[in-house]
């Protein structure tokens, strides 16, 4: 299970070199984005522990705040690094999206 949460901060790097991008490899490490990653999940704390009162339409709507929370986090912190790609940025953008989102369904399988 813990590869699920490893895999996505280990992807990034090799879409920023697909990209050729040696400044943003440059300025951003992977143990950093990792460590960025691993901050994205701290909402998931009380999440977890909400979950516990039965109810399936609560977990959803939690699961989808959490979701919604750890995109904005990640975003919010490597747009600084991001803004050097320009338009590539965006593809970037779409896949921490959809790596999060794969990630918290399967959180909820």
């Known amino acids: 299970h813990w ?13 920023l070199k697909m990209r050729h991008s040696q400044t943003v490899i440059g300025t951003i490490h992977t143990t950093q984005l990792i460590c960025i990653y691993g901050y994205s999940f701290g909402c998931f704390i009380a999440i977890f522990l909400l979950c516990i009162i039965p109810a399936g339409w609560l977990h959803w ?6 979701m919604v929370n750890s995109i904005a986090f990640l975003v919010l912190n490597l747009m600084e690094y991001l803004e050097t790609l320009e338009k590539k940025s965006y593809v970037v953008y779409g896949v921490i999206g959809a790596a999060q989102i794969f990630l918290f369904l399967m959180f909820k399988m």
Not at 3 to 15: F, K, Q, T, V
């Open 3 to 15: 590869i699920r949460s490893a895999l996505p901060p280990l992807l990034h790097p090799s879409l």
């Open 61 to 66: 709507l939690l699961m989808i705040y959490g």
